[in-house]
């Protein structure tokens, strides 16, 4: 089996190194295109990447092509791959609002996956959701699974309306982690910590508070009242963010998220 990845950016090269450590790929059976020739000089000193620069030498020895460009760059180099694909490809594409159904009008593939990646894909900790045309068999579905586990952890949904209300939960969400830690980073300074020290205090924080929630069966509202007890810090500070409905508003932000992806993919 060989892949082919098409823009080796930040995403498309977290998938080809994330592939590359797969079982069901030997070596050299990732391909990797780029159309910049600065990245075509790094991807030829990575040696379990076959670099290239031409569609016409890649695309028609592929059996599943990734596609990772930027969105606006999609209908261009979909129409340009059309001539030399064949309906049994797998095409796999992460690109944010491209539809399932534009992708098989500018391409003439019928078996397309839709994924939704996030950053710390990047490490290994990333979360996938996919959604697939209904040419894609079982076995083809369950290949395709197991590439995007080599960045992390995945699901699969029944329509791409989840796709893009998973853009406002995982896709966009690291973004949210972050807001809260600098607020809280802000809090420590103003308490007279250093920089450092408020760096540690937070995300040890983070750390371990995910970490107690990943090893047991607690729900978030479970372990908040195990730590908040009456009259207490916790229940201070829970109940300063219940009367300024903190939960609210961040309901409402990944809202905000999913709607925009919407909006986007309405323009592809
Ligand atoms: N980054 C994320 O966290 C994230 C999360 C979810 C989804 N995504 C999706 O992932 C996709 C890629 O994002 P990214 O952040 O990895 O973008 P990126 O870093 O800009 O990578 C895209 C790469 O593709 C190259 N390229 C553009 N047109 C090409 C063509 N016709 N043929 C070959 N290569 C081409 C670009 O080269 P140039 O720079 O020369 O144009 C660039 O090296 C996007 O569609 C985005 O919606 C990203």
């Known amino acids: 089996m060989k892949v082919l990845v098409i823009g080796a950016g930040n995403m498309g090269l977290t998938y080809a190194q994330g592939m590359s450590k797969s079982r069901?790929?030997?070596?050299?059976?990732?391909?990797?295109?780029?159309?910049?020739?600065?990245?075509?000089?790094?991807?030829?000193?990575?040696?379990?990447?076959?670099?290239?620069k031409e569609?016409?030498?890649?695309v028609p020895e592929a059996d599943i092509i990734f596609l990772a460009v930027k969105p606006y760059h999609a209908e261009a180099l979909l129409k340009t791959i059309k001539p030399l694909v064949n309906t049994q490809q797998v095409l796999v594409s992460i690109m944010a609002g491209v539809s399932i159904s534009a992708i098989k009008e500018y391409t003439g593939l019928e078996k397309i996956v839709r994924a939704m990646p996030n950053l710390p894909a990047q490490i290994g900790k990333g979360l996938t959701s996919y959604v697939s045309s209904e040419e894609v068999s079982n076995i083809e579905m369950l290949t395709i699974e197991s590439l995007l586990n080599t960045t992390g952890k995945s699901i699969q949904?029944?329509?791409?309306?989840?796709?893009?209300?998973?853009?406002?939960?995982?896709?966009?969400?690291?973004?949210?982690?972050?807001?809260?830690?600098?607020?809280?980073?802000?809090?420590?300074?103003?308490?007279?910590?250093?920089?450092?020290d408020s760096t540690v205090l937070v995300s040890q924080t983070f750390t371990g508070a995910v970490e107690l929630f990943n090893q047991s069966n607690l729900s978030p509202n479970s372990w908040m009242e195990k730590v908040a007890s009456k009259g207490g810090t916790t229940r201070a500070a829970l109940d300063s963010?219940?009367?300024?409905?903190?939960?609210?508003?961040?309901?409402?932000?990944?809202?905000?998220?999913?709607?925009?992806?919407?909006?986007?993919?309405?323009?592809?």
């Not at 963010?241 to 309405?266: P, Q, Y």
């Open 241 to 268: 963010m219940k009367d300024n409905k903190v939960n609210e508003l961040i309901k409402d932000a990944a809202f905000a998220a999913f709607s925009r992806a919407v909006e986007l993919g309405k323009e592809y």
């Open 157 to 196: 949904v029944s329509t791409e309306k989840f796709i893009d209300a998973s853009t406002g939960i995982s896709g966009s969400g690291p973004a949210y982690v972050f807001y809260f830690m600098q607020s809280m980073m802000e809090a420590a300074l103003k308490m007279g910590f250093s920089k450092k």
């Open 24 to 52: 069901l790929l030997k070596k050299k059976n990732i391909m990797v295109l780029d159309n910049s020739e600065k990245k075509l000089e790094e991807l030829n000193n990575i040696a379990h990447f076959d670099a290239f």
């Open 55 to 58: 569609l016409k030498d890649c």
